[in-house]
Structures are given as C-alpha cells and as structure tokens.
C-alpha cells in the first residue's frame, strides 16, 4: 500500500509501501493541516533511493544465503554433517498447501488485528508487541552478523563452545525441550544485537528500526524456502490478491498500519538534509515487499545453480524486475497521489520477466519442473530408499 499520509508501521504480512508525509516519527498527526511537511525534491529522492537500496541489499545477500542453506539442507538429507547446530538455523521450507493458506491466514491476522486495536488500548497492545520484536530483532540481528563476525573475530581471541540444554523427565522418557549450541562469536553478536535492542526499545530511532527490519528481512529470504515455481506463483498471486483487496476494498489496512508500532518496515526520513538524524518525516516501505518477493527471487537463484551453466540469468532478470516494479509503485503513488498495493506491480515483474526469459531459452518446462523437497518429503524419502535396501 502506498499512500500520502505519513503511518508509523505496516500490518503483519502486508505488502506496503508509504510515502510519510502528515505526523512525526510516533504516528502523531499533525495538529495545524496547513502546516504539514513537504518533502524537497532532493530528500524525497535520497529517501526512496535509500529505501529502494536497502530493500535489494536483504533480497541479493539472502538470495545468496539461501543456496548455502539448500547445500546444507542437501547434506543434512544425505546423513553428513548439515552445518545446522540449531533448528532455528534449518530453512523452512513452503510447500504449495502452505501458499494457498497463507493469503486467508493473513488476512485473518491482519483483521485480528484491526479489532484488537478497535477494543483495546492501542498503547497496551504496543507495549507487548515491542518486547516481542525486542526479543525476535535480537535473534534475527545475531544471525544475520554471524557471517561477518567469523571474518572478523580476531584469531588470538578463544573461541570457546558452549551448549544450552534444557530436557523434561529421566532415562529413556527424556525428552529435549531446548537443545542450542553456541560458541564466543555468537555470544559477542548476541551483546551488540541487545545494545541495539535496548536502544530501539528506549528511543524507537528509525536507525535501529531500520538494523532490525534488515534483519528480519534478509533471514526470511534466506530461511524461508519455496519448494517450486509453482508454489512461488500461488504464494505470490494470492497475496497480489490479497493486497489489493484489503488495501482499495477496506480501510482495514490503513486502520492497523496507522496503530501497530514494530520493526517491520523500512524508513527514511525525507527530511534528514535539514534536521539530520533527528528528522521525524518517514518514507516506508513495509517488509512484505521485500520478503515476498524474495523468497521468489532466491528461489530462482538456486535454479540457475541448479542448472550448473555458471549462468545466473533467472536471478538477475527477476532481480532486475524487481527494481523496476518497485520503481513502478513509486512512481504511480506520486502521479495519483493515492494508496498503492505495492504487490500489484511486484507480483507481474517478478513473476512475468522470468517467464519470459524462460520462453525465450526455451527452459519453461524445465523451470517448472524443479523442486525442492520438503523435509517431511527428503524423510519419507529416506525411509523408502532404507526399505528398498533390506528388501534387497
């Protein structure tokens, strides 16, 4: 959704993309309508070319991720050391079942959401999301600087191992309710990703909404696994729907994003030239439109990889349609000057560009003939193969 009015948040699985132009950074509307802020031509572009660099940086770095997550989930399947210490390290994997409820499941959650905020205190409700994130930003920002911090963690320093596990009964009806391995390197990102918790718990500063909102965005391309093209186009065409409806059916939308606090968006301040770092008049763009598209995108990637022709055609030209709808989305909020479902132009690039690359190469079959299998889908897998062995 795009539209003129400045909104604190977007709704949860929500596709949205805002130009924030009428409260300050607490969602306040302005008291005098005459004296709202206009954004210059020049902090309007540094905010949506910033806003549009950041939404690339979590979808190619995750893209990338994601194959070395497929690689390890492949060997994980074949009984070798899969990489993964921790569950919450295994991607997850979406089958077409999956994308066909999710539209109806976040539309619920969105609706939910609208009339809690109808029935109760919109500061209450505020509150606890915030510990939520609070406690979900860590984990995410620690994962994700995970990588950089074992290239840059000083060889001299130990690098000790540690193991937390908590289990419930004795003897063989043990059972493992938390079983995480971590070692020194997490521990450090485990400190900073806190400091930068406590700082957005404190002061709510677009700088480490923004730490978090990467966070969460570049995990859920990297962790979250669509299984084929198939389920991709599903996932991605019941959420165009989707985001269309509750955006020009209902004001359902606007309500929720105008009243949920939480870093689940990016933003830029459109003012930042005259007031620095203390500039309070955001442009927006909601996670949706980044993580939706992604999953897609990385899904491509590792199809490329798949063909072993060092090409990464599919990838760049989706990546490359993806640049282009959003800029699309942009530009038709500015001409109209209305709310735009940011997935109604996303969802035909992302989808269409590679299609036609695909026609064009003569690859349509093949593409949507690859998959990935689930890991319910890999067990049975195995237990079959284990089966047809002893029948043998």
Not at 137 to 154: D, E, K, Q
Not at 324 to 349: E, S
Request: hydrophobic content about 45%.
């Amino acid at each position: 959704m795009s539209e003129a009015e400045q909104v604190p948040a977007s709704a949860p699985d929500a596709a949205v993309l805002d130009a924030l132009n009428g409260t300050d950074s607490n969602g306040t509307e302005a008291l005098n309508a005459t004296a709202k802020f206009v954004a210059t031509p020049e902090g309007t572009a540094l905010a949506y070319g910033s806003l549009v660099l950041m939404a690339l940086l979590p979808i190619f770095f995750g893209a990338l991720r994601s194959v070395s997550c497929s690689k390890s989930k492949e060997l994980g399947e074949n009984g070798s050391d899969s990489g993964f210490r921790n569950a919450a390290d295994m991607p997850e994997t979406i089958t077409s079942r999956d994308a066909a409820r999710f539209p109806i499941i976040a539309s619920c959650t969105l609706f939910g959401l609208y009339l809690f905020f109808k029935v109760f205190s919109q500061e209450y409700i505020n509150l606890l999301l915030s510990v939520y994130f609070f406690v979900l930003g860590v984990l995410a920002l620690s994962h994700t600087m995970s990588p950089l911090m074992s290239r840059i963690f000083p060889a001299s320093c130990p690098n000790k191992q540690y193991q937390l596990l908590f289990t419930q009964g004795s003897g063989e009806s043990k059972e493992e309710i938390v079983n995480y391995e971590f070692d020194t390197k997490n521990l450090v990102c485990l400190v900073i990703s806190s400091v930068v918790g406590v700082w957005y718990l404190l002061k709510k500063h677009w700088i480490a909404n923004n730490l978090f909102g990467l966070a969460f965005a570049l995990n859920g391309v990297e962790l979250l696994h669509l299984n084929n093209v198939s389920t991709g186009c599903i996932l991605l065409g019941g959420l165009f729907v989707y985001d269309v409806f509750w955006v020009f059916g209902t004001n359902v939308m606007v309500t929720v994003a105008k009243s949920f606090e939480a870093p689940i968006k990016l933003v830029f301040p459109q003012d930042l030239l005259e007031k620095g770092l203390e500039a309070s008049n955001f442009a927006m763009l909601g996670l949706g439109d980044i993580v939706i598209p992604g999953i897609f995108i990385a899904l491509l990637l590792r199809f490329d990889v798949s063909l072993k022709k060092n090409s990464r055609t599919y990838f760049y030209s989706s990546f490359l349609a993806y640049i282009f709808g959003l800029g699309l989305t942009i530009f038709v909020m500015h001409t109209f000057k209305h709310a735009q479902p940011a997935l109604l132009y996303l969802v035909p690039a992302c989808v269409g560009f590679p299609v036609i690359v695909a026609l064009f190469k003569g690859e349509l079959t093949e593409m949507f003939r690859y998959e990935e299998a689930s890991p319910e889908e890999a067990g049975s897998k195995d237990e079959s193969s284990e089966s047809e062995k002893k029948d043998q």
